[in-house]
Structure formats: structure tokens, C-alpha cells
């Protein structure tokens, strides 16, 4: 197995083509590079089983870090939603780029807001994931002087090694024909939620908090068959793929 961190991109004629590098890169086509990772790791032409190692929380985590920008968090959800399809662990999320209290001034009070917003937005979605925050410096921090300090103020004396979260917030699960989205909510009740599609998300409503799921298309051009609630574990059921064409 490679002593670095597989990086995965796409050549020119769209083949995933296979790197060692210090860093895991996923590029616009995440479910194609997340199904490869899933089978195996390729070294210099030999292949290597490491689905089962990467897909087992008590020995590896992947944390997503995101802007706290509207586009930025929405594409995150999606890619939180792949992860969950081949059964990757969250153990964590980091904001990145948050604006420091140093910072606030007559000009730049209308992004705090709107940093703020995005902010709230992202706990929501994540939760019940840890989240940090990373904040905006005066400076690129580079160096490993300035890196420690930079880790330092988002994990605070958190043990950034440690697997941070073990269960799995949601997971995707291919039944039969179709496929079935599993979601913790420990507090809901049947008679109180309300489960919906309404164009590539799903709608999560229970009383009058919603939450929004932006499926993948494997799920998006699915039919929603139903749901259930059994011991604080919603079960979203999709069927098969609906055909938009003409007769």
C-alpha cells in the first residue's frame, strides 16, 4: 500500500489516473473517484484493497472543510451525501476562512452577518458532527510554525489525531432494485415529521424545522417510496430510476 495519500484527478480523456502525494484531492467527478477509492487503491499497477480500511471508523475519518459560503456549503452537503453512499466516515467538519473579531470594522459588518448566516447553516446541516472553526489570518500561513499555530486555533485542546465522532449521521444502502437513506433523528416523532422530495433534495420536516438534503443523482432520479421511523433511525426508501423520456 502507498506510504502517501492517494490523490485522485481526472486526465484529459477522463480517466482516473492515480497519484501518491502528501494530500487526497477530489475533483468535480467525486461519485466516480469515491467508487474508485471504494474497490481499491492502485500502486504502480498493482491494486490494493483498502475500501474495507478507509470505510472502518475505529481506524480512518475524513473531515470535510468548507467556506462559509452558500455555494460552498451546498456543494459540501452533496459531497457529505457521497461519502454516506459508499460508507465513508465523517468524523468532523472545519469552516475555513471565518473572519476574526479583529477584523470587524464599519466595512467589513455586513460580511460578518453573512459569515454568520452560513455559519448557522453549517452546524445545522452537519450536526451531529464536531465542528470548527479555522479563522481568516493576517497572513498565508505557511511553515510549519505557522501551520501548529493555525491547528492550534481551530482544535483548541482537542486531539486533532483522534477519531472525533464514530457513528455514522446518515448512510446510504443499496436494497434490492433500489436504494434506502438512513438518517439518525433522536428526537422525532412519527406523527410530527414529514419526509418529501422537491427537485435534487430531499425535505426533512419535523414541526417547523426543515432540513435539506441535496441528494446525489444515483438518488435524485429515483422514486421516493417511503419512509420510516423505528428507534430514532429514519428510514428513507427510493425505488427505481424514473424515465423522463418520451413514449
Do not use: C
Request: charged share 25%; no cysteine; proline share 6%.
Amino acid at each position: 500500500m502507498p506510504k502517501g495519500i492517494l490523490e485522485i484527478m481526472l486526465s484529459g480523456e477522463g480517466n482516473l489516473v492515480p497519484h501518491v502525494q502528501p494530500m487526497y484531492r477530489l475533483n468535480d467527478n467525486r461519485l466516480m473517484a469515491l467508487e474508485y477509492l471504494a474497490r481499491y487503491l492502485d500502486d504502480g499497477g498493482n491494486a490494493h484493497p483498502v475500501g474495507p480500511l478507509l470505510q472502518d471508523p475505529k481506524r480512518s475519518s475524513i473531515r470535510i472543510v468548507l467556506n462559509p459560503e452558500g455555494m460552498v456549503i451546498r456543494e459540501s452537503q452533496r459531497l457529505f451525501t457521497y461519502l454516506g453512499l459508499f460508507g465513508f466516515p465523517l468524523d468532523a467538519v472545519i469552516a475555513n476562512r471565518v473572519l476574526p473579531k479583529e477584523a470587524r470594522s464599519p466595512y467589513f459588518d455586513r460580511w460578518f452577518e453573512i459569515q454568520a448566516g452560513h455559519l448557522r447553516t453549517a452546524r445545522e446541516s452537519f450536526d451531529p458532527l464536531p465542528f470548527f472553526e479555522g479563522r481568516l489570518f493576517d497572513r498565508e500561513m505557511v511553515g510549519t510554525a505557522l501551520l501548529d499555530r493555525f491547528a492550534r486555533s481551530v482544535f483548541g485542546e482537542t486531539d486533532p489525531t483522534r477519531v472525533l465522532y464514530r457513528d455514522r449521521p446518515m448512510e446510504v444502502k443499496k436494497e434490492g432494485k433500489g436504494y434506502s437513506l438512513y438518517l439518525r433523528l433522536p428526537f422525532a416523532e412519527k406523527d410530527r415529521l414529514q419526509v418529501f422530495t422537491h427537485g435534487d433534495e430531499l425535505v426533512i420536516q419535523v414541526d417547523n424545522q426543515k432540513r435539506n438534503l441535496l441528494l446525489p443523482r444515483t438518488l435524485s432520479s429515483r422514486r421516493l417510496l417511503g419512509a420510516t421511523l423505528t428507534g430514532g433511525m429514519l428510514g428513507v426508501s427510493f425505488g427505481e430510476k424514473e424515465s423522463h423520456g418520451k413514449e
